[in-house]
Nanobody
Framework: VQLAESGGELVQPGASLRLSCAVS????????MAWFRQPSGKDREFVAG????????SYSDSVKGRFRISRDNAGNMAYLQMDSLKSEDTAIYYC??????????????????WGQGTQVAVSS
């Protein structure tokens, strides 16, 4: 499976962005989908995850209430809607796919496939 993120850019605090993840080579319905991020000089961290049919989601405490993960199984896409962005949201954002389990993992080691990342910068 191939994952390709898009949508990252430089925005001001308080702005909104939507990141997209295009899934190819395999049906997205095979995978738990998640977004991770990695600020410069720091470890990669879980942001949000969504189960196979989109009925269950999970968020890190730092983004809960501001970010929303979704998936379009017919279109083989996953999304991350980010509202009320803060400077501390600045990072490279990665789309990840996890196979073989119905549970949403929250550590990078649980994910088998990764995109190349898209940069989100929040600054005035």
């Amino acid at each position: 499976v191939q994952l390709a993120e898009s949508g990252g850019e430089l925005v001001q605090p308080g702005a909104s962005l939507r990141l997209s993840c295009a899934v190819s080579e395999r049906p997205i319905t095979w995978y738990i989908m998640a977004w991770f991020r990695q600020p410069s000089g720091k470890d990669r961290e879980f942001v949000a995850g969504i189960n196979l049919d989109g009925g269950t989601t999970s968020y890190s405490d730092s983004v809960k209430g501001r970010f929303r993960i979704s998936r379009d199984n017919a279109g083989n896409m996953a999304y991350l809607q980010m509202d009320s962005l803060k400077s501390e949201d600045t990072a490279i954002y990665y789309c990840a796919a996890q196979a073989g389990t119905p549970l949403i993992g929250e550590t990078p080691a649980e994910y088998h496939f990764w995109g190349q990342g898209t940069q989100v910068a929040v600054s005035s």
